[in-house]
């Protein structure tokens, strides 16, 4: 048996022998990363010691690793894209990327992986850079406990912390982003799955979908990104158990989708967004278990939106449960636990004997009168939506949700 | 009383002058204003487009190919001006007609239209030097009817990013 295990071993060896380590420092064997990549063959390991390097833009265009011991810098100087992969089955781990260049037409980021596959970043730190990682025409990429802090001060010339475009099977985890753009931003990206990341204060949107398909995104924070998360013109996106908090101002949701098809939104959390949730043109959507809290509006859904359900959530504490600017009578609200309604539970079934409208007559005038806002609270509002829930004649009629829960969901 | 007749005869004639100021697009926000299709905030300021209607309306787009929908969608009568974003010069607003157009896989415009719009030839091929060449020339009538720009361009993607889903 132990010869069996010897002679295995004595095999696989040149295999691993042949992976050489190449030293990059002060004193060490290459005094710079460019002549050590020139040198390293498929399969190596560069290492790289702590220390500054300046060496404009490092191209890496054979699979290998590239590891940097005591976070050695990389610094662009303010013109350059610090590094750029071409090849596959490359790892790209522990450095600090600072300064990077800016582009006039052309996106310039301090990671790009172009036309790549199996690429991996993990425990680097961006820090100044138009775009942080940028994965353009790559596929199975992963991108793990990086830091990516952006300059806002770059304004206009300010890119995305992490940017997918036309991708497919990129996981994001664990990630920290915050002063880009947008956070995360998938454009023709589909099959991903981005997990676990915070993402707080970009100037735009913590998460931005566009065209991309079967995407999943779970256990993320969005925080006072400055529109929220934009998940628009997808199908099949699957959103559980993120929190989406401080949105604030008019143009600013905790979630917008438009567009969207059949998709899950479950387990989410909304707190303090002025709008939590604002949905145009979206179908086949299904909301279960989420919390709303505290937000202006919970939910703000237009006319066009068809076919979507909403069970089993609480909404407690919004000033608006639901706006639209139609009937929404192809809609289903099932079950879900509303602060504001007033019922009762005779049979004790833990269910609302009687129906709830979650449209108030109020949201409805201000949805028309966006200025009317300013009664919100007085006594005059109370009359007209108590009025209202007594007689329904103007808010829509079939909007109910026929089973109101009598105590909050645990979620 | 002279006086007091002058200065209400200037007030009169400011209000009178603000009223009459004609229409013109209104500078872009970048960073806050929204796309009037798409919801998306503006934030490249390469690119951006204006409609102004004959009321003096103002709608902001985000991308050429959202001003393009919202104006089938919309259809009204007379016909609203139509402004681009100048791509060279920030803010600075040209009208469709005088424009010319690149279309580019390299311009990353914010709803992929792919297009940019410059005041004239050295502009656009200073842009498209510096993306490598290639691409096309395009007027606004090609854009407006991609079916009849085929015939002189191979305009693939013009204004149909939706359409490039799997």
Known sequence: ?411 | MNSLRSTSALLFAGLALTGCTPAKPQAIRYGQDECAECKMTLVNPHYGAELLTAKGKIFKFDDLNCLLAFQNKTKTTPAPQAYIIDCNRPNTFLTVEHAIFLQHDGLRTPMGSHLAAFANVTDLETARSQLGGGGQILRWPDILHPASAEKTATCKSCCSAAQQTP
């Not at chain 1, 050590?36 to 890496?60: C, F, K, M, S």
């Not at chain 1, 999943?216 to 908090?245: D, I, K, P, Q, W």
């Open chain 1, 1 to 411: 048996m132990r010869r069996l295990l010897l002679s295995v071993l004595l095999c696989l060896a040149p295999a691993v022998l042949s992976a050489a380590e190449l030293h990059v420092g002060a004193g060490k064997p290459f005094a710079t990363i460019r002549t050590a990549l020139t040198a390293a063959h498929d399969g190596d390991t560069v290492t790289v010691h702590g220390g500054v390097y300046r060496e404009g833009n490092l191209v890496i265009d054979k699979p290998l690793m590239l590891v940097g011991l005591d976070h050695p810098r990389l610094d662009g100087a303010s013109t350059d894209e610090i590094l750029t992969i071409t090849a596959p089955h490359v790892t790209v781990r522990g450095f600090d990327f600072q300064h990077g260049g800016t582009g006039n037409l052309t996106d310039v980021a301090g990671i790009k992986v172009a036309n790549a596959h199996h690429v991996t970043l993990e425990r680097n730190r961006i820090t100044d850079c138009s775009f942080g990682i940028y994965f353009s025409k790559s596929q199975d990429g992963i991108v793990r406990d990086n830091e990516i802090h952006g300059s806002p001060a770059r304004a206009e010339s300010n890119g995305n912390g992490i940017h997918a475009w036309s991708c497919e099977r990129i996981a994001i985890a664990n990630n920290r982003i915050d002063g880009h753009r947008d956070g995360i931003y998938l454009e023709f990206a589909t099959d991903s799955a981005i997990a676990r990341n915070t993402v707080e204060d970009n100037l735009r949107y913590g998460l931005h979908f566009m065209f991309s398909h079967r995407n999943a995104y779970r256990e993320n924070t969005f925080l006072r990104n400055g529109a929220g998360v934009a998940v628009m013109y997808s199908r099949e996106v699957r959103m559980e158990a993120n929190h989406f908090s401080r949105s604030w101002g008019s143009a600013a949701y905790g979630l917008l989708l438009k567009d969207m098809v059949d998709s899950q939104i479950i387990g989410n959390t909304f707190d303090h967004n002025s709008t939590a949730v604002c949905m145009q043109n979206s179908n086949r959507m299904t909301f279960e278990r989420n919390a709303f809290r505290e937000n202006g509006w919970a939910l703000q859904v237009q006319s066009s939106c068809t076919d979507n359900s909403f069970t089993g959530n609480n909404f407690i504490g919004n000033s608006f449960d639901l706006a639209t600017n139609g009937q929404l009578d192809l809609n289903r609200f099932d079950n879900n636990y509303w602060d504001k309604a007033e019922s009762y539970d005779l049979n004790r079934d833990g269910t609302g004997d009687t129906p709830y409208r979650p449209v108030s007559l109020f949201a409805m005038l201000v949805e028309r009168m966006p200025t009317a806002v300013l009664l919100l609270r007085s006594p005059l509002a109370h009359f007209l939506d108590q009025a209202e829930r007594i007689i329904p004649s103007l808010t829509p009629d079939r909007l109910i949700d026929l089973k109101p829960a009598m105590h909050p969901h645990s979620l």
